[in-house]
């Protein structure tokens, strides 16, 4: 079995880049996107095992893409966890219902964000 995809969108360039060094050390291949439409074209491209999406981004946020995600067939089984600096339950709710599997809230540590990824897509 070959490595597991997963695709980061965050608009943020920094955010971005240390999300891509801890999964490539965890030995995950690892895509990136830097806004809504990026992230949609990749997952059709890379057809990742799992995409980390921002709730803020630009041209379409992340409640957007999940929901253009589950729509389509071939991509309903995309795990999808939601990254976001608001925490606040309503957001949550939101990102639930739109089809995110997963909530994790920025700033987030290492160990968080990769057990979250265990626990949606296991190794």
Not at 68 to 73: S, V
Not at 95 to 103: H, N, S, T
């Amino acid at each position: 079995m070959g490595k597991k995809i997963i695709l980061a969108a965050d608009d943020e360039p920094n955010i971005l880049m240390s999300i891509e060094f801890i999964l490539e050390m965890e030995g995950y291949e690892v895509h990136t996107a830097r806004d809504g439409d990026e992230a949609l074209e990749a997952a059709e491209r890379v057809r990742p095992d799992l995409i980390l999406l921002d709730v803020n981004m630009p041209r379409k946020d992340g409640y957007e893409v999940c929901r253009i995600l589950r729509e389509r067939k071939e991509m309903a089984g995309t795990r999808v966890i939601m990254l976001t600096a608001k925490g606040q339950t309503l957001e949550k709710k939101k990102g639930l219902e739109v089809g995110a599997d997963e909530y994790v809230t920025k700033p987030f540590s290492a160990d968080e964000l990769l057990l979250t990824i265990r626990s949606c897509i296991g190794s």
